[in-house]
């Protein structure tokens, strides 16, 4: 069995549902349930467990409304791709740190526009009202599945003749290439509420909680060369951090 008796702790004031939840989205976690994995019935796991249905019933629905499980009626529940477990470390490196998991990485462009700036990608990107920047919109796919996606603007005048084909690959060697020099890449990590349209790219329920990643990329010369947005669905990333005790002041 995936989870005992043993696993729940019945004279803890933490509801049964929400310890059997706990449990089965750790397992899914840390690779002990695999996707496309079948869960046990409700019958049968209320009856190993010695809990009532409406417990097994209510944790299994709060893991479909989390995205890790597929709730087939009259067929079972099975388990869906796990999150990807990313570092904050090296948030910059999708395709990187993808390969290095183990993981197929890949983009797969939406649209690629030349416009105004908004006030914001004005502000970011040091350009006048009046100039053209790329609106550069595409998904960062792991293993074929969409697991993010990135809202990229770009001066024309660094990069007047972007192509489609260059949009859909790694775009910080075509920055490198029209700046000139080396580069500062500035990240702020937040959290935020899944657009209705990006949900819809990215198969996900609108106004679910979501990391929102900005990013910037600078010149050694000051001169900015990128502006995005990466909005991720919490339930398709998850990001760890290791802190040493050697390495920082730690209080518990």
């Given at each position: 069995m995936i989870?005992?008796?043993?696993?729940?702790?019945?004279?803890?004031?933490?509801?049964l549902?929400?310890?059997?939840?706990?449990?089965?989205?750790?397992?899914?976690?840390?690779?002990?349930?695999?996707?496309?994995?079948?869960?046990?019935?409700?019958?049968?796991l209320?009856?190993?467990l010695?809990?009532s249905?409406?417990?097994?019933?209510r944790?299994?629905?709060?893991?479909?409304?989390?995205n890790?499980?597929?709730?087939?009626?009259g067929?079972?529940?099975?388990?869906?791709?796990?999150?990807?477990r990313?570092?904050?470390?090296?948030?910059s490196?999708?395709?990187?740190?993808?390969q290095r998991?183990?993981?197929?990485?890949s983009?797969?462009?939406?649209?690629?526009?030349?416009?105004?700036?908004?006030?914001?990608?004005?502000?970011?990107?040091a350009?006048?009202?009046?100039?053209?920047?790329?609106?550069l919109?595409?998904?960062?796919?792991?293993?074929?599945r969409?697991?993010?996606?990135?809202?990229?603007t770009?001066p024309?005048a660094?990069?007047?003749?972007?192509?489609?084909?260059?949009a859909a690959?790694?775009?910080?060697?075509?920055?490198?290439?029209a700046g000139?020099?080396?580069?500062?890449?500035?990240?702020?990590?937040?959290?935020?509420?899944l657009p209705?349209?990006?949900?819809?790219?990215?198969?996900?329920?609108?106004?679910?909680?979501?990391?929102?990643?900005?990013?910037?990329?600078?010149g050694?010369?000051?001169?900015p060369?990128?502006?995005?947005?990466?909005?991720?669905?919490?339930v398709?990333?998850?990001?760890?951090?290791?802190?040493?005790?050697?390495?920082a002041?730690?209080?518990?």
């Amino acid at each position: 069995m995936i989870i005992t008796a043993e696993d729940l702790d019945f004279a803890s004031p933490v509801p049964l549902y929400q310890q059997l939840f706990d449990v089965l989205i750790d397992r899914c976690d840390h690779s002990s349930l695999h996707a496309g994995d079948l869960l046990p019935t409700e019958e049968s796991l209320t009856r190993e467990l010695d809990v009532s249905r409406a417990t097994v019933n209510r944790a299994y629905r709060m893991l479909a409304e989390e995205n890790c499980v597929d709730r087939v009626p009259g067929v079972g529940t099975f388990v869906r791709p796990r999150r990807m477990r990313r570092s904050l470390g090296q948030a910059s490196d999708f395709l990187g740190e993808t390969q290095r998991l183990g993981r197929a990485a890949s983009y797969q462009l939406v649209s690629l526009t030349a416009g105004r700036p908004n006030r914001i990608q004005r502000d970011r990107l040091a350009v006048n009202d009046g100039e053209q920047v790329w609106h550069l919109d595409r998904l960062q796919l792991v293993d074929g599945r969409p697991v993010a996606i990135e809202h990229l603007t770009v001066p024309v005048a660094l990069v007047p003749d972007l192509t489609a084909e260059q949009a859909a690959s790694p775009i910080f060697p075509v920055l490198r290439a029209a700046g000139g020099t080396e580069a500062t890449l500035r990240h702020a990590l937040g959290a935020g509420l899944l657009p209705e349209a990006d949900a819809k790219l990215l198969g996900a329920k609108p106004g679910a909680a979501m990391f929102r990643f900005e990013r910037e990329t600078v010149g050694d010369d000051g001169r900015p060369w990128e502006y995005g947005i990466v909005h991720m669905p919490a339930v398709t990333t998850r990001y760890d951090c290791e802190v040493r005790t050697g390495d920082a002041p730690v209080s518990f």
